[in-house]
């Protein structure tokens, strides 16, 4: 299984793409997906990228699958704060994400609310897209004021350029097709260890 293989290569946690078909125009899986995967990999940190309409409809369900981190987007709910106190009475860490033409202030009120901003370095819904170095401004910004929150990346990080997100304060790092497209997974995620590194 490939997600094992990730896990077995040096991965910290799994990132996991569930997509509607309407907020993105991609189709992924669902809950049941979610849940089989957590009985063949039980230790695994899980967190689910909800690009979703209605991210409030599969907080319960995805709890129930074991996903410890659930994520929404900002732009999918007019509640917030309704959502993010189901999340955690759900009992999961808050992610809340913004995509590439959300303005950074528009997430500033809720960072105190959640465990980690995620900055989409891409538009989200597909692999393979290339990375937009003009995101790195929203995540110095967050950083100088909010030192202690977790600021994750996702969209086209790779070795080339994974060192301008460390220096731009990012500390949770997404990386798929570096990594899944790999033939060496372990060597994949060792480079990508190393140029963060070097950039810190």
Not at 23 to 31: A, D, S
Not at 82 to 89: H, N, S, T, Y
């Amino acid at each position: 299984m490939e997600c094992q293989e990730i896990m077995d290569s040096g991965a910290d946690f799994l990132h996991l793409d569930v997509m509607d078909g309407h907020f993105v125009p991609n189709l992924t899986f669902g809950h049941p997906v979610v849940k089989c995967l957590r009985t063949k990999i039980p230790d695994a940190m899980f967190e689910a990228h909800m690009m979703v309409s209605h991210p409030e409809k599969w907080v319960q369900p995805m709890a129930d699958a074991g996903v410890n981190r659930y994520t929404f987007h900002l732009e999918a709910t007019n509640d917030i704060e309704a959502l993010v106190r189901k999340i955690q009475e759900a009992g999961m860490k808050v992610g809340i994400g913004i995509k590439p033409n959300t303005p950074v202030d528009d997430v500033i009120q809720y960072v105190d609310l959640c465990d980690l901003v995620l900055i989409m370095t891409v538009e989200p819904g597909f692999g393979g897209q290339k990375f937009m170095q003009n995101m790195m401004p929203k995540i110095k910004f967050l950083r100088s004021q909010f030192p202690n929150v977790d600021i994750e990346v996702d969209g086209g990080v790779s070795h080339i350029n994974i060192g301008c997100c460390a220096q731009a304060g990012a500390n949770v790092i997404v990386a798929g097709t570096a990594v899944t497209g790999a033939k060496n997974k372990p060597e994949a995620i060792k480079g990508l260890r190393d140029e963060w590194n070097k950039a810190i």
